[in-house]
């Protein structure tokens, strides 16, 4: 019973490290599309939910799978 709290710590812990990991890297693209993309080129601003999308799916796009 005991193991079974500790895992059950562990993942809560883990997953709050991720999501805080997620949005701290959400923050500077979800300043820099606000900042830029609406005077550049006439965009809208976006929401911190949609700015942590986009650097999710920047992540996939654009990551690099050096295989040996």
Known sequence: ???VMIFIGVLVGFLI???LFSAI???PVLWLWNVLCP???GL???G???AWGLS???GFLF???NSK
């Open 1 to 3: 019973m005991q193991s």
């Open 44 to 46: 809208q601003e976006i």
């Open 56 to 58: 999710i799916l920047c």
């Open 25 to 27: 890297f959400a923050l």
């Open 63 to 65: 990551k690099s799978h």
């Open 39 to 41: 005077d550049i080129f």
């Open 48 to 50: 911190f939910l949609q």
């Open 17 to 19: 490290t991720v999501v």
